[in-house]
């Protein structure tokens, strides 16, 4: 897995590296948020948090659809749609906007603070990380234009501490 930049910097509740360390806590947090919410966790929307979880890089809901399939027994990435709404509005998967696919997410969100995504452009690979910084400053300049924002969402495309330390200039 890629090391990610410092942790230091207050990153939220104590399970923050959760996230790049394989599915089983996301998926049994989703059994439990859907039982504590009386919200149905259908096969579907379990097996598409697995594609989602197993996967180290954004997927699109077309690629989970062609996970999902098996002979004889087509998934519609439509429905793979809907079961990806689901999961993203109970905060389990995030969609990254840029590249219309989506990253599990391992850790609860606190209020006030941005989220920030790191897309790798050489390997592919999605870091998340919160700043209350960004949300302050981004509330200040969205407030002085006049625009009241629904969500805190930042992508940067980059390259990731590993493919740097790979060397990119060949
Ligand atoms: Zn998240
Ligand atoms: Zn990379």
Do not use: W
């Not at 079961?83 to 599990?104: C, K």
């Not at 998340?128 to 234009?145: C, F, K, N, P, Y």
């Amino acid at each position: 897995m890629h090391g990610h930049p410092s942790p230091s910097d207050g990153t939220g509740p104590a399970d923050a590296h959760d996230h790049a360390c394989g599915g089983e806590d996301l998926l049994a947090r989703a059994e439990r948020i859907c039982r504590e919410r009386g919200l149905h966790y259908t096969d579907l929307r379990r097996r598409t948090l697995e594609a989602v979880a197993g996967e180290g890089r954004a997927l699109g809901a077309y690629d989970i659809a062609e996970r999902l399939s098996v002979p004889g027994r087509r998934v519609a990435a439509v429905s793979v749609y809907r079961a990806l709404d689901f999961l993203t509005e109970n905060g389990l998967v995030h969609r990254i906007a840029s590249r219309n696919a989506f990253v599990p997410c391992g850790h609860g969100h606190g209020g006030g603070e941005s989220t920030v995504f790191l897309i790798c452009r050489t390997c592919g690979t999605v870091g998340e990380t919160v700043s209350r910084d960004i949300q302050r400053g981004l509330d200040s300049t969205l407030a002085s234009a006049g625009f009241k924002p629904v969500s805190h969402i930042v992508e940067v495309e980059g390259e990731c501490g590993a493919c740097q330390g790979r060397g990119g200039t060949e």
